[in-house]
């Protein structure tokens, strides 16, 4: 069908009336005298020094145009990676601009104008990026080089004033260390899982009668929620505790990270075993006749014909499970068991939104690296024969 | 040499092959052939144990297959099916270097080995050692399937429907080759198929099955000249049967003294298609030349009738 006009792109028009609502009407930061009193917003017109407020709004109007026009998916990727190269500093550049000259008990976080106009050019990148069709090398490549911005404006200074980073450098040690903490407890209970997981696949895929329960099983444990496992486990692992004083003496506890771990393991054993067994049943039952035929004992078909046919099917449930308990591992903290959670609820009772964010924001960045890093994987891993 | 004594399978209580002899002579192709169900492939499998037998002994160059470790027996006998089941993971040279691997060769011995299999079936090594089998059509999946089955020289070949997937014109050059091959090597091949005149041309002897029993065992000349009563002579097929049988007969041995006009005929086609090309042509006769484009003599019309008439 001819098209009359100009053709506007859907998602293009949706972006750029975002960025346009953003810039214009929502507020873009944030100021508040201290720590825990209200704020009042502050227009993207009134939070930046002049020169700043063209650059930005060249951006924002660029972009946006540049969304609702041109269709080619590089340019727009360009259009939205300049619009979070300016605006990402400018937020930095606005706290300390609005910030009254010598005062440390001022805050000033970011606001919702913001946060929308890093969510549409967000999407307009993402568009692309899908349309652009990536290998997985240059996928994490992309990863890399967003990471090594954030890094760079981190290190710069550049939101310094930000209260976000206030909150941070006030607890700077006890922020890597609980970051290092959630790092090991959710890779740690998904490498437990594995271990534990894999085996048990392996059993569900040759022994028929043991599958269906051992799913259903893991099936009715994945559908509790999460704190109401971690409730279960702690009166079990207390009385270990408290009977068994090599439990006790090894860190087991009733609270704290011995159920935390236990529980994020068992949430990620469905995904990994199921998998597997998907993953083992999938591979064709004329090349495991070939593979007898030729005089393979039952191991060496499992390593070297089954294994690494299923791996990539195997390699989804683990990509699953490391996103799963990298979000889940926040709620640990509840019992004690650390984590960035910690700050999530501190922050909530205190009602202070930048300690929540402080906690959150890793999280949902850790998440999606993993996401991606995992997928680049399993494109790798079965792309020689797909 | 194999020898089948008496091999029955049962599953439950239906028999699937009952009470099988027969003997297959060493470096030649024996076709097994029926139709669907008849308990071909089961057969085939009892001879390398991929199937355990109900009853009945299997016996390779006197040695009984029971005595023999079963990886250790899979090792020394090639096996191909149909739809090759080439491992998708591994490269062409990956998958031709299987067994050499279980039996630990050292890799440049492997390495050898694959090169000059690749050249036996027609596929440059540069070109195809490091391709993965969805890169390669069937015709090459297949000679690939048929590759990785030689690898650790089988003295022995098993072939379930090896060409089973492939379109008629790859299909009777993969024959072709096979045959060529085969004679080269003086492989043992047992081969079954459910395709009459792939038995024809391929086999040495045809044993013919049905519901799970062997009802013949010959040469395709007595299976055209004297088809047991029933099932063979129905799948012989009364009409074709002079015609199979004269393709199984060369010009060369049909030459009669003398010479004719027109298109010379090669001595070594079949006397099918020399029938056909008289017809076509409009003579009762044609000249013969053999390969190096000697004259044989003449080869007629009445000649060739005279060959395919039944046998007394
Ligand atoms: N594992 C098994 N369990 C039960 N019955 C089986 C089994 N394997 C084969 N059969 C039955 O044995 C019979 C013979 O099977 P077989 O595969 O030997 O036939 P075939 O002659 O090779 O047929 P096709 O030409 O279709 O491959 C069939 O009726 C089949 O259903
Ligand atoms: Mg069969």
């Known amino acids: ?386 | 040499m194999i020898e089948i004594q008496n091999l029955s399978k049962r599953y439950d209580d239906t028999i699937v092959v009952d009470d099988v002899s027969m003997r297959m002579e060493e470096g030649s192709i024996t076709v097994i052939v029926g139709t669907s169900g008849a308990g071909k492939s089961t057969l085939l499998r009892m001879i390398n144990r991929l199937v355990e037998p109900s009853s009945g002994r299997v016996l390779i160059d006197g040695q009984d297959t029971m005595a023999v470790p079963e990886d250790e027996l899979r090792h020394r006998i090639g096996y191909v099916i149909q739809g090759n089941g080439l491992f998708p993971h591994r490269t062409v040279a990956g998958n031709i270097a299987t067994v050499p691997r279980l039996l630990g060769w050292e890799a440049k011995r492997i390495g050898q080995r694959v090169d000059e299999l690749l050249q036996l079936f027609q596929l440059d090594p540069a070109e195809f050692a490091g391709k993965y089998p969805h890169e390669l059509s069937g015709g090459q999946q297949q000679r690939v399937g048929v590759a990785r089955a030689l690898a650790a020289r089988p003295a022995l070949l098993l072939m379930d429907e090896p060409f089973g997937a492939l379109d008629p014109v790859i299909r009777s050059k993969a024959q072709d080759d096979l045959l060529a091959i085969q004679r080269r090597l003086g492989t043992t091949v047992v081969l079954v198929t459910h395709d009459m005149e792939e038995a024809f041309r391929l086999g040495d002897k045809i044993a013919v099955m049905d519901e799970a029993r062997l009802v013949q065992y010959g040469t395709a000349a007595e299976l055209l000249t004297h088809p047991a009563e029933g099932f063979v002579e129905r799948l012989v097929g009364t009409a074709e049967r002079p015609f199979r049988l004269l393709s199984l007969t060369r010009v060369r041995d049909v030459v009669e003294p003398g010479t004719a006009d027109g298109e010379p005929l090669d001595a070594s086609i079949d006397l099918r298609e020399a029938l056909a090309r008289m017809v076509w042509v409009g003579r009762d006769a044609l000249p013969v030349l053999d390969s190096s484009g000697a004259m044989l003599g003449r080869v007629s019309i009445g000649g060739i009738l005279a060959h395919g008439r039944q046998a007394p």
Request: proline residues 5%.
């Open chain 1, 1 to 386: 069908m001819p098209r009359l006009g100009i053709a506007f792109d859907r998602l293009g028009s949706l972006v750029a009336a975002l960025a346009l609502f953003a810039a214009f009407v929502l507020p873009f930061v944030t100021y508040r005298a201290n720590r825990i009193v209200s704020g009042e917003p502050r227009l993207l017109l009134h939070a930046l020094p002049t020169t700043m407020i063209v650059i930005v709004l060249a951006a924002v109007i660029g972009a946006a145009w540049v969304a609702v026009l041109i269709r080619r998916p590089s340019v727009r990727l360009i259009a939205a990676a300049v619009g979070l190269v300016v605006v990402a500093p400018a937020v930095g550049l606005s706290a300390g601009f609005v910030t009254p000259a010598g005062n440390s008990f001022a805050r000033v976080s970011p606001a919702s104008g913001f946060w929308l106009l890093v969510l549409a050019f967000g999407l307009l990148a993402a568009d692309s990026l899908t349309r652009l069709r990536f290998g997985p090398w240059a996928r994490l490549a992309a990863l890399a080089v967003a990471a090594g911005a954030i890094a760079l404006l981190l290190l710069s200074g550049a939101w310094h004033d930000l209260s976000l980073l206030k909150e941070y450098a006030t607890r700077t040690d006890s922020f890597w260390r609980e970051a290092r903490h959630h790092v090991l407890l959710s890779l740690g209970s998904v490498l437990a899982a594995v271990i534990i997981g894999l085996p048990l696949g392996i059993l569900c895929h040759r022994v028929r009668v043991v599958r269906v329960p051992m799913l259903q099983v893991l099936n009715i444990l994945q559908t509790i929620p999460s704190i109401a496992l971690f409730g279960m486990l702690m009166v079990p692992l207390g009385y270990l505790a408290a009977n068994v004083p090599l439990a006790a003496a090894i860190g087991i506890r009733g609270i704290g990270t011995a159920p935390a771990f236990l529980a994020l393991v068992l949430y990620a054993l469905l995904p990994i075993v199921a998998n597997t067994v998907v993953g083992l049943d999938q591979v064709p039952a004329s090349v495991v006749d070939a593979a007898r035929g030729m005089g393979m004992s039952r191991r060496q078909r499992l390593f070297q014909v089954k294994f690494p046919l299923a791996l990539p099917v195997i390699l989804t449930g683990i990509r699953i499970v490391l996103v799963q308990n990298l979000g889940l591992a926040t709620v640990a903290a509840l019992i004690g068991g650390g984590g960035l959670g910690t700050f999530v609820f501190q922050g909530i009772g205190q009602t202070a939104m930048d300690l929540v964010l402080l906690g959150a924001i890793p999280t949902v960045g850790l998440s999606f690296a993993a996401a991606v890093i995992l997928d680049a994987i399993i494109e790798l891993a079965g792309r020689a024969h797909s």
